[in-house]
Nanobody, 122 residues
Framework: HVQLVESGGGSVQAGGSLRLSCAASGYTYNRNCMAWFRQAPGKEREGVARIATGSGNTYYADSVKGRFTISQDNAKNTVYLQMNSLKPEDTAMYYC????????????????WGQGTQVTVS
């Protein structure tokens, strides 16, 4: 099965940047999608960005569009989330996820999840 290892979280001031990484191992895929979700205290988990690994097509939540960029390195089975112009409302636990079929920002589409990496913006 799929194993996900996340890194890159930390604490930054408003306006700063972070780059999250998610390395996947132990899996194969055809039509596959990798995504980033986040969950703040008292809120439901929400989709941030996703990428279709076959086509490279990307999609973003309106709240991060223009500030965040999702990308991939298929040779390394790794997906990245470059986060710029960070705001305090971006503070959350960020999770990497994999869907082996559908691609979207609905968490029910995803079968595999990482443990999360904390992002704090002050």
């Amino acid at each position: 099965h799929v194993q996900l290892v996340e890194s890159g979280g930390g604490s930054v001031q408003a306006g700063g940047s972070l780059r999250l990484s998610c390395a996947a191992s132990g899996y194969t895929y055809n039509r596959n999608c990798m995504a980033w979700f986040r969950q703040a205290p008292g809120k439901e988990r929400e989709g941030v960005a996703r990428i279709a690994t076959g086509s490279g097509n990307t999609y973003y939540a309106d709240s991060v569009k223009g500030r965040f960029t999702i990308s991939q390195d298929n040779a390394k089975n790794t997906v990245y989330l470059q986060m710029n112009s960070l705001k305090p409302e971006d503070t959350a636990m960020y999770y990497c996820a994999i869907s082996h079929r559908f691609c979207g920002l609905n968490r029910s589409l995803y079968q595999y999840w990482g443990q999360g990496t904390q992002v704090t913006v002050s």
